[in-house]
């Protein structure tokens, strides 16, 4: 009689199972995946039986997680903070910190100087001057040399200006030309009534005294103004100059006086351009019609002949286009942008091909 062959538990239910069987009666798992099952799931012991890949394991004892310390990260926040105001006492003392410029101030030289202009309606004040080897808070100053301004701008009027300080302020430098700031603290636009200090570095060597140097305001493309860097320098050719004047003329059917001219390096935000100056017409109004007299835009009916024939568009006007029956004493300004050496000029009315009557006026300035 044949011996039965020995018994083998299925691996997953753990069942009794011979080798001839190809299911287990149990769970049905078959021998492939009984195989398969083997090499990665531990076999099941039987009851009362342990088997030797899972060993018994004594229980962990309980372990009592330490408190948590609520007062290391204000001590870790304390430290880090030292550290940091560390670094940068060292580095304002001029001792070396990894990222800082690592040398102390040189000496420094200052001139008071408080010297104002009028640059694009702004009111620039040149409060000093300072020169140094280098700047040791001015990450683009260079070891040959430095010269700072301090700059005051205010804004009187009612409408924002705009400028570029690294492009209308230039150092002028014998020996090198002029030289633009590497470094300008506050720039872009000035509101209304608005006011700020500003500094502006540019690179100058040392042995050049300040005497030596001049800043220069205005772009190639406008007037520009040079103020030496001296205590108490001559800018009166770039103060505004006003003249009282008395001439009248008569252009469609209305009385017109010329009251006064005012010569300006800039107007309503802008600078003069290259080689120009604003002249504005103050000029008033009869109107003895009786009808109200529309003249229209100034634009349009006002020219200004300049000593050469050339004759020249208004760049701005407040005068009114209709002035009303019985005004008096009614009118505005024109303004134009004229060649800075003319002293004598021809104002025009009437408009051309229209058949208007054209009348003339001549003006003429102090030297």
């Given at each position: 009689?044949?011996?039965?062959?020995?018994l083998?538990?299925?691996?997953r239910?753990?069942?009794?199972?011979?080798?001839?069987q190809?299911?287990c009666?149990?769970?049905?798992?078959?021998?492939e995946?009984?195989?398969?099952?083997?090499?990665?799931?531990?076999?099941?012991?039987?009851?009362?039986?342990?088997?030797?890949?899972?060993?018994?394991?004594?229980?962990?004892?309980?372990?009592?997680?330490?408190?948590?310390?609520?007062?290391?990260?204000?001590?870790?926040?304390?430290?880090?903070?030292?550290?940091?105001?560390?670094?940068?006492?060292?580095?304002?003392?001029?001792?070396?910190?990894?990222?800082?410029?690592?040398?102390?101030q040189?000496?420094?030289?200052?001139?008071?100087?408080?010297?104002?202009?009028?640059?694009?309606?702004?009111?620039m004040t040149?409060?000093?001057?300072?020169?140094?080897?280098?700047?040791?808070?001015?990450p683009?100053a260079?070891?040959?040399?430095?010269?700072?301004?301090?700059?005051?701008?205010?804004?009187?009027?009612?409408?924002?200006?705009?400028?570029?300080l690294?492009?209308?302020?230039h150092?002028?430098?014998?020996?090198?030309g002029e030289?633009?700031?590497?470094?300008?603290?506050?720039?872009?636009?000035?509101?209304?009534?608005?006011?700020?200090n500003?500094?502006?570095?540019?690179?100058?060597?040392?042995?050049i005294?300040?005497?030596?140097?001049?800043l220069?305001?205005?772009t190639?493309?406008?007037?520009?103004?040079?103020?030496?860097?001296?205590?108490?320098?001559?800018?009166?050719r770039?103060?505004?100059?006003?003249?009282?004047?008395?001439?009248?003329?008569?252009?469609?059917?209305?009385?017109?006086?010329?009251?006064?001219?005012?010569?300006a390096?800039?107007?309503?935000?802008?600078?003069?351009?290259r080689?120009?100056?604003?002249?504005?017409?103050?000029?008033?109004?009869?109107?003895?019609?009786?009808?109200?007299?529309?003249?229209?835009?100034?634009?349009?009916?006002?020219?200004?002949?300049t000593?050469?024939?050339?004759?020249?568009?208004?760049?701005?006007?407040?005068?009114?286009?209709?002035?009303s029956?019985?005004?008096?004493?009614?009118?505005?300004?024109?303004?134009?942008?004229?060649?800075?050496?003319?002293?004598?000029?021809?104002?025009?009315?009437?408009?051309?091909?229209?058949?208007?009557?054209?009348?003339?006026a001549?003006?003429?300035l102090?030297?």
């Amino acid at each position: 009689m044949a011996q039965d062959s020995p018994l083998s538990f299925c691996p997953r239910c753990g069942a009794p199972t011979r080798p001839s069987q190809r299911f287990c009666p149990h769970c049905g798992l078959s021998a492939e995946e009984a195989f398969s099952y083997q090499s990665v799931q531990p076999p099941l012991s039987r009851p009362g039986q342990q088997t030797p890949e899972t060993p018994a394991v004594a229980p962990r004892p309980l372990v009592r997680r330490p408190r948590q310390q609520r007062w290391l990260l204000p001590v870790l926040l304390a430290l880090v903070l030292l550290i940091a105001l560390g670094y940068v006492t060292a580095g304002l003392a001029g001792v070396p910190v990894p990222g800082f410029r690592s040398e102390a101030q040189e000496p420094v030289t200052t001139l008071r100087l408080d010297t104002t202009v009028t640059y694009a309606s702004a009111r620039m004040t040149i409060q000093r001057v300072q020169q140094a080897q280098t700047f040791a808070d001015d990450p683009h100053a260079t070891e040959d040399g430095m010269v700072r301004v301090f700059l005051h701008e205010e804004n009187l009027t009612a409408s924002p200006i705009v400028y570029n300080l690294y492009q209308c302020a230039h150092l002028l430098v014998p020996g090198k030309g002029e030289q633009a700031p590497l470094l300008v603290t506050a720039n872009g636009s000035l509101a209304p009534q608005a006011n700020r200090n500003n500094l502006l570095d540019f690179a100058a060597p040392q042995d050049i005294p300040l005497s030596k140097l001049t800043l220069r305001l205005g772009t190639d493309n406008e007037a520009q103004m040079d103020i030496p860097l001296t205590s108490k320098p001559d800018l009166s050719r770039y103060a505004p100059r006003s003249v009282k004047l008395n001439t009248s003329l008569q252009y469609f059917g209305l009385n017109w006086t010329v009251t006064g001219a005012t010569l300006a390096w800039s107007t309503e935000g802008q600078q003069a351009p290259r080689g120009k100056i604003f002249l504005t017409l103050t000029l008033t109004v009869d109107n003895t019609l009786a009808q109200t007299a529309i003249p229209g835009s100034p634009y349009d009916y006002i020219r200004l002949q300049t000593e050469n024939g050339a004759r020249i568009t208004p760049s701005y006007s407040t005068l009114p286009v209709a002035f009303s029956q019985g005004a008096n004493n009614q009118g505005g300004t024109v303004t134009f942008s004229v060649p800075q050496k003319d002293q004598q000029f021809t104002l025009i009315m009437g408009q051309s091909g229209s058949g208007m009557e054209s009348t003339s006026a001549t003006i003429r300035l102090p030297s």
